[in-house]
């Protein structure tokens, strides 16, 4: 680590090391600058730390982050409750807010199934899924999972799960993202585009 | 932000966001990251950084930044009071006692000279440095300042002001750094190293 500095500034780059995309070196380079910028940056972010550890709640709904529970997605009444929308983890649902095109309801799977790390269905909230979509007021389940083997395995697993409730299950669309060279994309983004080609 | 999230983790977000290297995205993993973890992460982390906020003092010999004032470094008796190094700023320092080499003191210059920023002599801990060197204890004072154009502006100007000190002046040594092809290394590094080659 630093080497030379005290045991604060050594625990401090250790903490900070352990955040996704920080390193050893940008750990240090985070715990200087906060060092330097004490009373604009250090001390309002360990404020807003505590702030978070003590306010923030998992919705006992959708399973989402908050500062109440239910989660303001859940408890806003102008939301359509016919429809529900499945994410892998806290990150999709706020992916998807910020297009600001979606006005259901979300529920948080907390994970993917997994043969490799050795998940189950278990571990995930698929029971909670199955309750909600069949309780009479979903009418469709879309899946909004990552387009990868694990999350692909997952969606094919609910499928089925969800067979029973009589609400609709989709996923969503596969293609060309906007703004995307067909240059630059992937074989499989092609022909999956190709195979759900649309009238223009 | 995060849009459907508590006005806590939006704060959060924002703070984490000017952390160096982080950005709005990687911010908002963090974020996720910090609250899944919150007893072995979150907390933690909000502890140490209330710590150091409290705890970690500017060193009012050298500038260093430590949990006691004179630093570890400058109260270090077994080091060599001899020897000056100068650096731009604290991560120098730490990189330079990673090294493990350098037994003498330092002098954090807290910045460099840079006439596209505005930032003077008056700014940088320059008056300081003349003196320490002046005081009849140091021998020789070694630039250890980045090779950009701010970085050997600064030294020469420093050379400048050294000279009446009697202290001798030296700079870290430019070449190829251990482990580097020649194949990736830049044409003025390459030029320097050849400039600067030794009897084998």
Redesign the interface.
Known sequence: M????????E??IA??A?????GPR?A????????KR?DQ??????Q??????E??KTCSICG?????DP???CSDRTRDGALLCVVE???G??AL??G?SYRGRYHVLGGLLSALDGRGPESLRVGELVARAGSGEVREVILALPATVDGQTTAHYLAERLAQTGAAVTSLARGVPVGGELDWLDDGTIAQALRARRPA
Do not use: F, H, N, Y
């Open positions: 630093a080497a030379s500095a005290g045991p604060e500034i625990r401090l903490l900070l352990k955040l996704p995309g920080l940008s240090r380079r985070s715990a200087l600058a906060l060092l004490r940056l250090l001390v309002p972010l360990a807003a730390m505590t702030a978070a550890a306010q923030v989402s982050l908050d500062s109440t989660c303001s997605v983890e806290v990150g649902l706020w807010e910020r600001g």
